[in-house]
């Protein structure tokens, strides 16, 4: 299984797509100095949240795998403070060669476009940009993707507990402002928070920037301020660990194509958490209803992750997401397999579908 991550460095993000896992770490510094300048013997790696630095392993024919990182994940990239000038790079480590295949921000910005029109046949949607990039679409003016799905499985909305309540997902509309909304209704019961929220993180990220520095968010401080601030952008993990702290609480987040699930301000020491569910795309609020149909005015949304009662709250959001994911509701850009409605070809992943896009202009797929 190869790995998909994102790198944010000194001058902007990058996308590292198929990375062989087997590859040696030596390797891996080698190619982000080719894609971002910053040389292997000054590289510094932190990844989690809040960011800390990974260790580097001294032998660096050692595997990627040593380090952690996950498909998915997003690792901040910068030079050592006392960084030696950059030098010819060693040797590369015999083994494994193959060179990763990376994405620019505007292909992927592409990418996105494709994989987000999975679910809408026509009217084909402008493609929604990345969440750390400012640059627009990659397709010419008056282009668009249109992909139209397969049969979708059955959506499951809501698992039921012991005691008659039930854990139900709680549909967030598709704005772009999704990830906003999801937690201004786990934390307020609305849906309406959007704009005040992008503005909670704007200050938190103003009155810190030596935390949130230019590699860690893609860009400028204050350049991001104004970004996030646009009801156009999306959000993701960064802002998730903002607003997990705005809140004082934890929030879960639980990805349906992985199955995993990422507790933001765990480490803060936190009585209470909420929950969010992620399908690769969108985000869609979880509560807890007092009894199936029952109506929202009653559901509950935070509760104690460590009483009893939480534990099987817990449980019953993961069941939840182990049927949405046997149901296949989600979108894994990776590897889903697309037909050309032009010339009929068959494609799998986002990659090769950005790079039949961009070389013939067709914007019609399929899956199958």
């Known amino acids: 299984m190869t790995l998909n991550l994102r790198c944010r460095g000194p001058t902007g993000q990058v996308t590292l797509a198929g990375l062989d896992p087997t590859m040696s770490v030596g390797n891996f510094l080698d190619l982000l100095q080719q894609k971002t300048g910053v040389p292997p013997a000054a590289a510094e790696i932190l990844a989690g949240f809040p960011p800390k630095p990974l260790q580097l392993p001294a032998d660096q024919s050692s595997s990627l795998s040593v380090l952690g990182l996950q498909t998915g994940d997003t690792f901040t990239l910068r030079a050592a403070a006392a960084a030696p000038p950059a030098a010819t790079p060693a040797a590369a480590t015999p083994g494994p060669a193959a060179a990763p295949t990376t994405l620019s921000d505007a292909d992927a910005d592409l990418a996105r476009a494709i994989a987000a029109s999975l679910s809408a046949v026509v009217p084909p949607q402008p493609p929604p940009p990345q969440p750390a990039s400012s640059q627009g679409p990659a397709a010419a003016p008056g282009t668009s993707i249109s992909v139209s799905n397969g049969p979708p499985g059955a959506a499951p909305t809501s698992v039921p507990l012991d005691d008659g309540s039930c854990v139900v997902r709680r549909i967030i509309d598709s704005d772009n402002s999704c990830l906003f909304n999801a937690v201004g209704y786990i934390m307020e019961h609305t849906r309406a928070r959007s704009k005040d929220l992008r503005a909670v993180i704007a200050k938190a990220v103003a009155s810190d920037p030596v935390t949130y520095n230019d590699g860690f968010l893609g860009m400028d401080n204050q350049e991001y301020c104004k970004w996030i601030q646009n009801p156009d952008k999306w959000g993701g993990a960064i802002e ?12 879960a987040a639980f990805d349906i194509r992985t199955k995993r699930c990422d507790v933001y301000g765990q480490d803060a020491g936190y009585s209470e958490r909420s929950m969010v569910i992620y399908d690769g795309l969108h985000y869609d609020a979880l509560a807890v209803s007092a009894f199936e149909g029952a109506p929202e005015e009653l559901d509950i949304t935070i509760f104690n992750p460590h009483s009893a ?20 509701q989600f979108t894994d850009t990776t590897n889903f397999k697309l037909r050309c409605g032009v010339c009929q070809i068959g494609i799998k992943g986002e ?7 961009k070389a013939t202009g067709h914007s019609n797929f399929s899956e199958y």
């Open 309 to 328: 009662e939480g534990q099987a709250i817990a449980a019953g959001a993961a069941q939840l997401v182990e049927k949405a994911n046997a149901a296949r």
């Open 351 to 357: 990659k090769e579908a950005v790079e039949h896009a």
């Open 240 to 251: 998730l660990f903002i607003l997990s702290a705005h809140y004082g609480r934890e929030i």
